[in-house]
Structures are given as C-alpha cells and as structure tokens.
C-alpha cells in the first residue's frame, strides 16, 4: 500500500496542472522560517519610523542667532550685578585721590590741585586731604574709631574731637554706596567696554543715574553736598575683571556757584566772587579686601 500512495500522488500532479505550483511554494514557505529568531526581530525593525524621527530634533537646535542676539544684553547685566555683589562686601581698602579744581577768574582759568589718601576697615579709617592754590597748601586729617572722631587742620597742630568727619574721608561703606548710586542703573552695551583683564562702566548726566554724592562728598560734606550739586558730572568706573573689584574710579563735575564753593568749603575767601568750577577726581584702591592694622591718633587732652 505504501507503493500505492506515491503512484496515484504522481499520476494526479501530472494531469491536474494547477496542483503542482500550489505544492511547490509550500517548500519556500518553509524554508523562509527557518531563519533564526535574531533574523525575525531584525526584519520587524527595518520598518520602524525610529531612524526618520532620531533626524527631527536636529533642525530644532539652530537657533543660535536668536541666542546670539540675547547674549549682550544678558552678559551687559550680569557684569553689573557681579560687580555689586563684589563691592558691596568689600569694607577694607587703602586709596589714593587726585584731582584738580579749575576756576574760571573772569576769563582766567585757576587750577587747584587736590589730594587725599587713606585706609578703611570696618573697625576705623583714617584719612589726609590737601588743596593747594598759589603755593598756600590747606589740609585737614581725619580719624575715625567706632563711634569716635578726631580731626586736624592746617591751622592746628593737634588731633581735636569732632562731630564730623574732614572732607576727603572714606568710609567703609563707600564702595557700596557707589555701587547703589550706579551699578543698579541700566546700561546699554555701548557704556560697558571690556578689555584684557578690565571692564569699564561709563555713566553721564544724560544717563538714568540720579546722584553722584558718594563721589561729591569727597569734596565737602553731605549738607554741602545737597547745597552745591553739580550741574553735570561723568563717571568711570574701572573694574578687574578677574574678581569684579573696583579698582578705579575717575569723575568729572561742573559747578555754576563754583568760587562760592571753594570758598566755603576750602576756606579760599578770595576765590568767592568768580565763575564756575569745573572738578576732576581720579581716585585708585589698593589692598582690598586685606586685613591691615590702622594706628588711630589720639587728641590732646
């Protein structure tokens, strides 16, 4: 019987023609699944959209320009904050002043030459300022201890108490209130320019910024201050880029009541009656942020 199967499968597969394609594919069907199971997921993957959207987020990350057009602004700001961070925690530093007084004597212009020097900490400061005009030389030398005072003028010749300090005297809050009077005002990026290991702020009296007294007071009190206030004033800040210290500041004043200035302030009666004064200062720290001893006069008793 088994001789008879095959014989009749044979003689049908050669009258019946359609039966024979159909049994030969059945071979190639089962050849194709004896791929192995690594070759199945395989084929499953070559249709998969992942490679087509992996190249989607690519254009999305070209906006540089607009990053690019931000950057100066933000970058303007922030060298103005780190600055004011810095400043104001700074309460030690010695400085220098100079500076000059130009008067205008009917036409005739009288330079005065300025100068101070002094050191601050949080514990005391101590500080001598000097004008010259025509050889006559002024000064007047200020102590400050705690809550203590003493002070000594070209006229004296020793430390007396006083209620006020002299004019040309730091304290140890100057750099902040520099820093308040300025750095808090905004700036377009043309008045902040940086160069190797410097960033400078300049500020006018077309600018936002409101008062210059830290910087005036250098020059007279705080009630002569809000009396003579200057008409129009420039201020340049010079900051070290490295740690965002002040480290020089220069200014630029111009008073209309400027011989009643000097004469008031200074003590030059003869200088009362002229014109306007024009004042430059250029002011230079050094030591900041040092620990220093400061050895504090004592007034005669």
Same mark, same amino acid.
């Given at each position: 019987?088994?001789?008879?199967?095959?014989?009749?499968?044979?003689?049908?597969?050669?009258?019946?023609?359609?039966?024979?394609?159909?049994?030969?594919?059945?071979?190639?069907?089962?050849?194709?699944?004896?791929?192995?199971?690594?070759?199945?997921?395989?084929?499953?993957?070559?249709?998969?959209?992942?490679?087509?959207?992996?190249?989607?987020?690519?254009?999305?990350?070209?906006?540089?320009?607009?990053?690019?057009?931000?950057?100066?602004?933000?970058?303007?700001?922030?060298?103005?904050?780190?600055?004011?961070?810095?400043?104001?925690?700074?309460?030690?530093?010695?400085?220098?002043?100079?500076?000059?007084?130009?008067?205008?004597?009917?036409?005739?212009?009288?330079?005065?030459?300025?100068?101070?020097?002094?050191?601050?900490?949080?514990?005391?400061?101590?500080?001598?300022?000097?004008?010259?005009?025509?050889?006559?030389?002024?000064?007047?030398?200020?102590?400050?201890?705690?809550?203590?005072?003493?002070?000594?003028?070209?006229?004296?010749?020793?430390?007396? =108490? !006083?209620? $006020?300090?002299? +004019?040309?005297? %730091?304290?140890?809050? /100057?750099?902040?209130?520099? &820093?308040?009077? #300025? @750095?808090?005002?905004?700036?377009?990026?043309?008045?902040?320019?940086?160069?190797?290991?410097?960033?400078?702020?300049?500020?006018?009296?077309?600018?936002?910024?409101?008062?210059?007294?830290?910087?005036?007071?250098?020059?007279?009190?705080?009630?002569?201050?809000?009396?003579?206030?200057?008409?129009?004033?420039?201020?340049?800040?010079?900051? =070290? !880029?490295? $740690?965002?210290? +002040?480290?020089? %500041?220069?200014?630029? /004043?111009?008073?209309?009541? &400027?011989?009643? #200035? @000097?004469?008031?302030?200074?003590?030059?009666?003869?200088?009362?009656?002229?014109?306007?004064?024009?004042?430059?200062?250029?002011?230079?720290?050094?030591?900041?942020?040092?620990?220093?001893?400061?050895?504090?006069?004592?007034?005669?008793?």
């Amino acid at each position: 019987m088994m001789f008879t199967i095959p014989g009749c499968f044979l003689v049908e597969s050669e009258n019946r023609e359609p039966i024979t394609p159909t049994q030969e594919p059945t071979p190639v069907v089962v050849i194709v699944p004896v791929a192995t199971p690594e070759d199945k997921h395989s084929v499953a993957l070559r249709p998969s959209p992942t490679s087509i959207s992996t190249s989607v987020p690519i254009p999305t990350v070209t906006p540089v320009n607009f990053r690019e057009i931000l950057e100066p602004e933000v970058e303007d700001k922030t060298l103005q904050e780190k600055t004011f961070d810095s400043v104001s925690k700074i309460n030690s530093f010695k400085y220098i002043l100079e500076g000059i007084a130009r008067v205008d004597a009917g036409g005739i212009l009288i330079g005065v030459p300025l100068s101070a020097s002094g050191a601050v900490t949080s514990f005391a400061s101590l500080s001598k300022f000097e004008a010259n005009l025509l050889g006559i030389g002024l000064y007047v030398e200020s102590a400050k201890s705690g809550d203590n005072i003493y002070t000594r003028e070209s006229s004296l010749q020793e430390w007396e =108490d !006083s209620q $006020n300090l002299g +004019i040309g005297h %730091i304290s140890d809050d /100057f750099l902040k209130a520099v &820093g308040d009077s #300025f @750095l808090k005002s905004d700036l377009s990026g043309r008045d902040i320019l940086t160069t190797q290991g410097k960033i400078t702020f300049l500020f006018n009296d077309s600018g936002p910024i409101g008062s210059v007294t830290p910087l005036f007071e250098l020059i007279a009190t705080e009630e002569e201050a809000r009396r003579f206030s200057p008409e129009k004033w420039e201020v340049i800040l010079e900051v =070290d !880029s490295d $740690n965002y210290e +002040i480290s020089k %500041i220069t200014s630029e /004043f111009s008073l209309s009541n &400027g011989g009643q #200035f @000097l004469s008031e302030v200074f003590g030059m009666e003869g200088l009362s009656g002229v014109g306007s004064t024009d004042v430059e200062l250029v002011i230079r720290f050094s030591q900041v942020g040092e620990d220093f001893p400061i050895v504090i006069p004592q007034p005669a008793r």
